[in-house]
């Protein structure tokens, strides 16, 4: 069983700061590529930042210079800063990881249950 739980939402007003966590916890072999997508009321669900360990990492281009993703290989933990933060932030934050279970099987993806923030303005 493979969990990944989100948490740090919450309401901020615009220009305020966030900080995200996930944690993947369960019977995991290794976890490559981890990130965080967001999905805003009536919206598809849409890639915020997302990388593979040692690797470039991509950042939508309405973050870029104001969200920093990063990860905790010994804690299995992605993190996603959120700062000067903007109305149009506001969604569901879910977090995302390719996770082996073990070295033979291939990766499979998961998701956490997702995090609520809220930008007043």
């Known amino acids: 069983q493979v969990q990944l739980v989100e948490s740090g939402g919450g309401l901020v007003q615009a220009g305020g700061s966030l900080r995200l966590s996930c944690v993947i916890s369960?019977?995991?072999?290794?976890?490559?590529?981890m990130g965080w997508y967001r999905q805003a009321p009536g919206k598809q669900r849409e890639l915020v930042a997302a990388?593979?360990?040692?690797?470039?990492?991509n950042y939508a281009d309405s973050v870029k210079g104001r969200f920093t993703i990063s990860r905790d290989n010994d804690k299995n933990t992605v993190y996603l800063q959120m700062n000067s933060l903007k109305p149009e932030d506001t969604g569901v934050y879910y977090c995302?990881?390719?996770?082996?279970?073990?070295?033979?099987?291939?990766?499979?993806?998961?998701w956490g249950q997702g995090t609520q923030v809220t930008v007043s303005s």
């Open positions: 990388g593979t360990s040692g690797a470039k990492i």
């Open positions: 995302n990881a390719a996770i082996k279970r073990s070295w033979f099987q291939n990766e499979d993806d998961y």
């Open positions: 369960g019977s995991i072999f290794s976890v490559n590529a």
